[in-house]
């Protein structure tokens, strides 16, 4: 039986629970051991991310009323060593729909009616969708400078949106305290391991297109979400059979919003205090992201580079992107700078696959 489990006292709970974390403030894992990945478990008659649900905890068919066709998104190449990986052919527009799926596919499951999430804006918008499609009543907590694109879609889905002054952090304290003091379940990206059970998604889809797991696989990497969905698909394709090693993989933060790349540095095991600076690359400026010791021993074990974008190469690679036929946000655009700025320190990365995890479209203000 699936259930959750502190990350720091080991109590359990049942995944029906409406606590956002452990008594102790621990965050939930999940005690969940998928089948070995097989290609015969795959559903190729469904075509959305719930074609992997054989290796997914989810409760039972609810997924049906809550799919709206994310994923399966087309892996295009740039140029001789490079990848694209399209992720925001995605219903809102952003590759937060493969988690936002299966955590409200989890929230209906269980009969919640209500929920609350704190986002930069592209979380937010897609818990706000899917919830609306699954007829749960949102509030989405945006800090001040979110895109107002992002705004009006998150208002458009039916959901309230309350926009607070400061930064990125300080907006997830204050929604936070909402969770703690209104009981409001919450529905949030960092919080609640059901999100990385559809982020994970994104390493099937590769290795079911490719028959094969690029050489360089390049994540962002703010709260983790892409992070350690993408680990743990790797993870569960080594351990069954299917690549006989792991990929080189990348991890991308903006220089000047950097707490793993300083940890690394200094060999912590959590993240220190830093300077926050104002940044483009706004779904990766995440000072104090939650799951940073589970992040970190992700990091150390397979001895994963950080690569922090200069600020002055996003916009120069949004627009290198764009003559390409290709419109990503700025956040997205920084991918690009990093993959640039790994072959400038190392030289040629062949094999290499980045992605696109957010349309242009959500970045024009």
Not at 75 to 102: C, E, H, Q, W
């Amino acid at each position: 039986m699936t259930e959750f489990v502190c990350s720091k006292c080991g109590h359990r709970e049942p995944v029906s629970t409406r606590k956002p974390k452990c008594d102790c403030g621990g965050l939930w894992k999940l005690d969940y051991n998928p089948p070995k990945f097989d290609e015969n478990l795959i559903d190729k008659s469904e075509w959305s991310i719930f074609r992997y649900r054989a290796f997914m905890p989810l409760e039972d068919e609810t997924w049906r009323s809550v799919t709206m066709g994310e994923g399966m998104t087309p892996i295009i190449p740039f140029d001789d060593d490079l990848m694209l990986k399209m992720d925001y052919f995605m219903p809102t527009l952003s590759f937060k729909d493969r988690g936002a799926a299966v955590l409200v596919t989890h929230c209906k499951s269980i009969g919640v009616k209500s929920c609350v999430q704190d986002s930069s804006g592209n979380a937010g918008n897609s818990v706000a969708a899917y919830s609306g499609r699954a007829g749960i009543e949102c509030g989405i907590f945006v800090p001040e400078g979110a895109s107002p694109g992002k705004i009006d879609m998150i208002r458009a889905h039916g959901a309230t949106c309350t926009v607070v002054p400061g930064a990125r952090d300080h907006c997830a304290d204050v929604c936070r305290a909402k969770v703690r003091d209104k009981g409001a379940y919450y529905a949030n990206h960092v919080y609640n391991p059901y999100f990385y059970q559809g982020t994970k998604t994104y390493i099937y889809e590769i290795w079911e297109q490719l028959r094969r797991i690029p050489q360089h696989i390049f994540l962002p990497l703010g709260n983790g979400t892409l992070f350690l969905g993408g680990l743990y698909g790797l993870e569960h394709l080594a351990s069954s059979g299917v690549i006989d090693k792991m990929p080189t993989v990348v991890a991308i933060q903006t220089e000047n919003c950097a707490p793993f790349a300083k940890a690394k540095e200094l060999g912590l095991h959590d993240v220190p205090d830093i300077d926050v600076k104002p940044t483009l690359a706004e779904g990766i400026a995440i000072g104090k992201p939650m799951r940073a010791p589970e992040i970190l021993d992700l990091i150390y074990k397979y001895d994963i580079e950080i690569v922090t974008i200069p600020e002055a190469d996003i916009l120069p690679a949004r627009a290198a992107l764009a003559r390409r036929g290709v419109y990503a946000e700025h956040t997205t655009a920084g991918n690009y700078a990093a993959y640039l700025r790994y072959v400038q320190l190392h030289g040629r990365a062949p094999d290499s696959l980045i992605t696109m995890c957010g349309a242009g479209l959500k970045s024009d203000h």
